[in-house]
């Protein structure tokens, strides 16, 4: 293989010599040691050219300008550069360009670093290319998934009759489950939606919390509920559902109304918030309405014993959304759906002439082709599996008790900063707070105080609008979301003196764009 390097890309000699004997396709173990190599080659040369931050410095449309002009034209060239060129190429704009989520002032989104333990496992996964539909798609990663399932079946608590599938993440899992949902209830009265489609449905209701997952909204109008069928229920001061309130929903519906599900939120992406799941399973027991709960974010807590009680009764549940690229620490997906009984998965069965014609399926040819809408679907569970095996459930509870501690301390810190204020006490590992000044709009001064800690390189922490005070306005917030379990309180304290740092600078140079003659009296 001839190496063509090109100008602006120059490789070193000692880093590509070693390419240019790379085995072409990824055969087991030969092509394992050759990928792995190819990471140690990468690493090397990469050393020194990270950015050191969470996000580069820059102004976001000069950042992407900036990756787009060392990508180059974007054409598929007529001859190929070789690997070396090209993997520099795309290394050198992750290190200088990417987000580092292993810094201990990213902070911002439920995106966790990943466990190196589990990127190996990630990579290993993409040397099978196995497939999970059938059999002969990749026997091992069939029964690594099974195994995988069933590891998370008994976290739950549910029967051996339960069932549960891998997704590409927690919006999929929604719409899965909703989807499963929607079958099964039209079944129970008479409706076949496989055949006839959602028009001979009664008008359908979807009962949730206000602060349910926008995923739930999109996945009704996928699946032909429609959005107008979201019927949010509202939460107290806690963030939490009002059961009382969803059951005089439930008891006001109308004789022409369907509900398809309520959908219990088990750690809500910006406060961490667990819907009462066992009062809400006792008024869907009562109603007879499937129970599905999105804990997306807080499924981890059974991995730690001080906070697997905010799951109580989720075994409850007919259906499961967790994500294990969250609080997990795995490389997305590793997003699952679990039924409480996996044969309500039958809406989705299917037998393909060239896949898993029935009389294969007999003599143990199957897959899991008839659990999900995807055919093709890359071994996600082998990552998982590898994680579950070298920490055990106690390794990764003391992960996320350590992600908790470090939550309630920003929590503390906030709490004693005059110029801020706490929004929202650390539930699991994310906590709400407000920048505070006089004579500025303060949600002009939260959101510009987040953009200058991303743009000058210091720190990515995020935003979200909450109902401060009941009063129905909705106020710019930052948030801090800790996944991070290495990060400790002088990292924290660090963070918070680059707050306070940057806070007082946009008071003293005020907003962008006169913006700071919108002062309001709104605070
Ligand atoms: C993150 C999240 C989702 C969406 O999951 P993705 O994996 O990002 O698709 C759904 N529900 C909740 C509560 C979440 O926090």
């Not at 996320?400 to 920003?410: E, F, S, V, W």
């Amino acid at each position: 293989m001839r190496l063509a390097v090109s100008e602006e890309h120059p490789v070193s000699a000692e880093f590509a010599s070693p390419w240019t004997n790379l085995v072409t396709f990824a055969e087991p173990t030969a092509g394992w040691s050759a990928a792995g190599r190819g990471l140690t080659q990468l690493a090397t040369a990469m050393a020194g050219r990270g950015h050191g931050a969470p996000l580069p410095a820059g102004d976001p449309t000069e950042v992407l300008a900036a990756v787009a002009a060392e990508l180059g034209r974007a054409q598929l060239p007529e001859q190929g550069i070789g690997a070396a060129a090209a993997l520099d190429r795309l290394a050198d704009v992750i290190a200088r360009y990417g987000i580092d989520l292993t810094h201990k002032l990213t902070a911002a989104h439920l995106q966790p670093p990943p466990l190196t333990v589990a990127v190996i496992a990630d990579a290993l996964a993409s040397a099978s290319n196995a497939s999970l539909d059938t059999y002969d798609s990749g026997p091992a990663t069939l029964a690594i998934e099974r195994w995988a399932i069933s590891t998370l079946i008994r976290l739950v608590g549910f029967s051996d009759a339960a069932g549960g599938v891998f997704g590409p993440g927690g919006s999929y899992s929604n719409l899965l489950g909703l989807l499963v949902a929607r079958d099964h209830t039209a079944a129970r009265h008479g409706f076949d939606i496989r055949r006839h489609g959602v028009r001979a449905l009664p008008r359908p209701v979807v009962l949730c919390s206000q602060l349910t997952h926008f995923s739930i909204h999109r996945a009704c109008a996928a699946l032909g509920l429609g959005e107008q069928a979201v019927r949010p229920v509202p939460v107290g001061p806690d963030q939490r559902m009002i059961p009382e309130a969803l059951d005089a929903e439930l008891a006001g519906l109308t004789a022409d109304e369907l509900p398809v599900a309520i959908v219990a939120t088990a750690g809500t992406t910006d406060f961490g918030s667990v819907d009462p799941l066992p009062e809400i399973a006792a008024i869907a027991a009562r109603y007879r309405v499937w129970l599905h709960v999105d804990a997306a974010y807080g499924f981890g807590s059974l991995f730690s014993d001080r906070l697997a009680p905010l799951l109580t009764g989720i075994d409850r549940a007919d259906s499961i959304t967790l994500d294990l690229h969250k609080v997990g620490w795995q490389p997305a997906a590793a997003g699952v759906l679990l039924l409480s009984e996996v044969e309500r998965f039958a809406s989705l069965s299917r037998s393909v002439a060239y896949l898993n014609p029935d009389d294969d399926i007999e003599a143990g040819y199957g897959g899991l082709l008839g659990q999900t809408l995807q055919t093709t679907r890359r071994p996600d569970a082998l990552k998982v599996a590898a994680t579950f095996l070298t920490y055990g459930r106690r390794g990764l509870g003391e992960m996320l008790d350590t992600c908790h501690d470090i939550a309630r301390y920003a929590e503390r810190r906030i709490v004693a900063e005059p110029q801020l204020e706490l929004i929202a006490p650390a539930t699991m590992t994310t906590v709400v707070f407000r920048y505070r000044c006089e004579d500025l709009d303060l949600d002009q001064v939260n959101a510009e105080l987040r953009r200058r800690l991303i743009s000058s390189g210091i720190a990515l922490i995020g935003r979200t609008d909450v109902r401060v005070r009941g009063d129905g306005a909705a106020r710019t917030c930052l948030k801090l979301t800790l996944l991070n379990p290495e990060a400790t309180e002088t990292d924290i304290d660090a963070l918070f003196d680059q707050l306070r740092r940057v806070g007082l600078e946009v008071e003293s140079e005020g907003l962008p764009d006169g913006q700071d003659e919108m002062v309001t009296a709104r605070d």
